[in-house]
């Protein structure tokens, strides 16, 4: 049976779990269980390459142990280990000892997850699904690790699943830009499922990574905070899947919740690729670890403010910002002064609103900047829907192949011989600070719509709501009399 296949059977047996319900819970059930199976296959190919490896889970706990053997346990005997052994003792491992960071991963897990099934029968069923697939097997990982991302996709569809997706089109676009190389320090500050991670590591395996000290280079300098548990959760499996050895640079935390002040030298990174959550506010208290003049709850704002003291000289960081944050005023304005100020914030590129639908329909921009001198000139760029589709979708999403005309005019990695082109201006700093900062520049070769004049069309309104008026009027009479009839 196909990867795809086996994931597609084993949604279906979930689908008759009374327990489950919706894409989300069964996303979160299928992760933990998946989990165990590739860290035991995992730990089996380590014990084989390692004198005296240990795995973090104990042996009781261990997939082989409880789940390998198609004919084990199954029905309430499954149940009451899995709620009553496993999961307890998993969320209480102690993180001590050699494999102290392995541990710390399998902890972090399990710390918030929940087991949703509640039939020993169906979950045997699904574990004999699972045993199918092997993780050491480096071409089905690869392929089940494809379809694990087209999960991911599909979670768009779960509840609140924007907060932490972006369109994958994007996150490889941005990637590309930003070429980052083994041994750089990546860092992404609210990495959700893991998605510019993953295409970070697709970037530099495919150009840069030549030799085994190129891959432990890559590995060992990536950094990464999800604050909430089912996509921390979902991103610790996913760079597994990808080949990361040791996950727990993932950390289940709230970045903002660290004072400002005291990220030190040490803390700084080469790269942020990130889309921070816009439109929500940080729990009192969080803004006050940021300096008075930043102070928002805003948390995009916060982390842009945290952005800029985070790069090193030379670091370079493409974002995901709202139209809000370019017009904005206030906090907006002084951290939009102070970005200018200290980096060179080189290319805006303007995205469609119906890139991130169907789950938002919003403004978005790409910030791409570079810290250590400041702006002098920023460059526009539109990007359009092809000519072929109104607008994007889920059915007709936003593919990497729409984003080549700004590839080709971007100049390479110099960004030399840039041309003003009916979707590409540019904009001094001098300008910039006329208008008190405010980045929100419309694009200057599209004549704008002629609503006509602003007299005429209140006297239009003012007609129309009167004929409405009268209109309400003789249906309120005509139902008047048809009740007294």
Known sequence: MSARN??????????????????????????????????????????????????????????????????????DELLLFINGDLFPSLKEL???????????????????????????????????????????????????????????????????????????????????????????????????????LTCALRHMRERYVKKVEDEQAMQASLRAVEKKQLPHMLCITNMLLHGIEDPSFVRHDNTLARPYISYELSDRVDIILTNPPFGGKEEDGIESNFPAHFRTRETA??????????????????????????????????????????????TIVRLPNSVFKPYASIGTNLLFFEKGEPTQDIWFYEHRVPETQKAYSMTRPIRIEHFKSCIDWWGGAARQDRQKTEQAWKVGIDDIKARNYNLDYKNPHVVADDHGDPQELLAKLEQDEQETAELRDRLKAILADALLR
């Open 301 to 346: 704002d916060l982390f842009l403010a945290l952005f800029i003291r985070l790069l090193k000289p030379g670091g370079r960081a493409a974002i995901v910002l709202p139209d809000g944050s370019l017009f904005g005023e206030g906090v907006k304005t002084r951290l939009k002064e102070h970005l200018l100020e200290e980096c060179n914030l080189h």
């Open 6 to 75: 086996t994931v597609k059977s084993i949604q279906d047996i979930m689908r008759q779990d009374v327990g489950v319900d919706g894409d989300a819970q069964r996303l979160s059930q299928l992760c933990w269980m998946f989990f165990l199976k590739i860290i035991d296959d995992q730990d089996q190919q380590l014990e084989m390459m390692q004198d005296n490896y240990q795995s973090p889970i104990p042996q009781r706990l261990q997939w082989r142990a409880w789940a390998a053997n198609p004919e084990g346990m199954t029905g």
């Open 94 to 196: 102690a993180v001590t000892g050699k494999n102290a960071n392995r541990r710390r991963v399998v902890r972090a897990v399990f710390e918030d997850a929940y087991n949703y099934m509640k039939s020993g029968q169906l979950m045997r069923q699904v574990v004999n699904k699972i045993n199918h697939v092997d993780f050491n097997n480096l071409a089905e990982r690869k392929h089940f690790g494809d379809i694990y991302e087209q999960l991911l996709n599909d979670l768009q569809s779960a509840g609140n699943a924007g907060e932490y997706y972006t369109p994958r089109a994007v996150t490889a676009f941005m990637v590309d830009r930003i070429d980052p190389k083994p041994g750089e320090i990546l860092f992404d500050p609210s990495c959700g499922t893991g998605g510019f």
